[in-house]
Each structure stands twice: as structure tokens, then as C-alpha cells.
């Protein structure tokens, strides 16, 4: 049985940081492309970041450098540091593993989520 376990959230002030962690098992994880998605209440799901099966990264257009995804291939778990946070930061933060190479940003695509950490920002 695949689970993610997403851990590091919580209450955090603007400009401050927060590095959330995905604990991955059930699954050969250095097969699996991984990403971070979030979503804020009465908004859509976000793409936030991705890490490939060969380490290549990618992000939403709205981190601009703040945000960094990392892999850890011998511990199955992904990271996401996140720094320079602000109010529009705050949401739950889902991690996600794809098999399929090509799956960066689709959403619907991902074959396995995590059941999601709370991310809160005061201004």
C-alpha cells in the first residue's frame, strides 16, 4: 500500500520559513517523479514544485527562487524549503508521485497524495 505522509506545517510570520517533508512508502520511489501542490480555501489546486526521477526541478510561476524541492532517494522522502513566506503562501500543501516521466504540473495525472499539511502565514 503507497502512503505519503506530509509533515513540517504550521504557523509561520510573513518573511519567515518553513521546510515541509513527504515520507514516501509502499512504492520503488526512485521510479517515481514527485511533486508539491497546494490549495487555499474556495481556490483550485496549485502546482507549486516538481523533482524528476533524475533530480531536474521545476516550479509554479509565483515562487520566484523562494522555494526549493529536494529528494532524498535513500530516506524516500521529498523536501520543499520554503522561504520569504507571505499571507498568499498560506494553504494545505500536498506532495504527489507520478510515475509517467512526462507529468510535471498535471495535477490529475499523479498517481499517489498525500493527505496534506496546513501552511499558515500571518501578516
Known amino acids: 500500500q503507497v502512503q505519503l505522509e506530509e509533515s513540517g506545517g504550521g504557523l509561520v510570520q510573513a518573511g519567515g520559513s518553513l521546510r515541509l517533508s513527504c515520507a514516501a512508502s509502499g512504492l520503488t520511489f526512485s521510479w517515481y517523479g514527485m511533486g508539491w501542490f497546494r490549495q487555499a480555501p474556495g481556490k483550485e489546486r496549485e502546482f507549486v514544485a516538481h523533482i524528476g526521477r533524475t533530480g531536474s526541478t521545476y516550479y509554479g510561476d509565483f515562487v520566484k527562487g523562494r522555494f526549493t524541492i529536494s529528494r532524498d532517494n535513500a530516506k524516500n522522502t521529498v523536501g520543499l524549503q520554503m522561504n520569504s513566506l507571505k499571507p498568499e503562501d498560506t494553504a494545505t500543501y500536498y506532495c504527489?508521485?507520478?510515475?509517467?516521466?512526462?507529468?510535471?504540473?498535471?495535477?490529475?495525472?499523479?498517481?499517489?497524495w498525500g493527505q496534506g499539511t496546513q501552511v499558515t502565514v500571518s501578516s
Open positions: 504527489a508521485a507520478a510515475t509517467a516521466a512526462w507529468v510535471i504540473r498535471q495535477d490529475n495525472e499523479y498517481d499517489y
